[in-house]
């Protein structure tokens, strides 16, 4: 699996968007990227993922570059409740035994009042 | 649907003791997997499943041993409990087919070996 790097943390003011990067400059051509977070110790959720095309759903947003080196997540409007450490985790995708999670020590987003 | 479930939530045990964690899941999922996290750490993952009788291990599995009897249960045990086993412990379960499937975690259970 691809290395990643992620900043250690973060501070965004509630209401605005928080943008969390991510290097994953070793990317595979199969690799995919997703996101988990853990808030406050609590089991990791899972948020999105992609390939190479921009993704959202309803609890964010992925952008990845065209050369797949780095993604960027987006919370659009954060709130107090997002706190959390965000995971940046890349791995061939699928269903097959050696498609395991690897996590990191992720980014610790605070968001303040 | 209560999704994944680990017992107990907290736990102490002494050095040389033995125990199991326990983690239950109602998704007929056939994948399960246990990792642990310590102080400001990323998972690590201790063992995984691909379905009933079948183990493997993950990154650390020195001091622990996992069965899978069952589709629902994977419990994961400490044979002789070290203080270097003091963690947070988490089960996660997927399903293995449909495409990429996301991974769903119990709540965790905070084990402290005195």
């Known amino acids: 699996d691809a290395k990643t790097t992620q900043p250690p943390s973060m501070d965004c003011a509630e209401g605005r968007a928080a943008n969390l990067p991510c290097n994953h400059s070793t990317i595979s051509g199969n690799e995919y990227v997703y996101w988990y977070r853990q808030i406050h110790s609590q089991g990791p959720q899972y948020i999105i993922h992609?390939?190479?095309n921009n993704e959202t759903n309803e609890m964010a947003s992925l952008i990845i570059t065209e050369d797949r080196k780095s993604s960027t997540l987006i919370l659009p409007h954060a709130t107090l409740r997002d706190t959390a450490v965000y995971y940046c985790i890349v791995r061939v995708a699928g269903t097959g035994t050696a498609s395991k999670l690897t996590f990191g020590t992720g980014t610790r987003l605070q968001v303040t009042l | 649907n209560a999704g994944v479930t680990q017992t107990p939530k907290f736990q102490v045990l002494k050095t040389g003791q033995s125990m199991t964690l326990q983690c239950a899941q109602d998704?007929?999922?056939?994948?399960m997997s246990w990792y642990r996290q310590d102080p400001g750490m990323g998972l690590r993952l201790i063992h995984y499943?691909?379905?009933?009788?079948?183990?493997d291990q993950g990154e650390v599995p020195n001091g622990y041993n996992v069965s899978r009897s069952t589709t629902e249960d994977f419990p994961l045990r400490l044979l002789s409990a070290a203080p270097s086993q003091t963690s947070v412990y988490f089960c996660?379960?997927?399903?293995?087919?449909?495409?990429?499937?996301?991974?769903?975690f119990g709540q965790g259970t905070r084990l402290t070996v005195v």
């Open positions: 998704m007929n999922h056939e994948y």
């Open positions: 992609g390939l190479k």
């Open positions: 996660a379960s997927r399903t293995l087919t449909g495409g990429y499937t996301e991974a769903f």
């Open positions: 499943s691909v379905g009933a009788g079948i183990t």
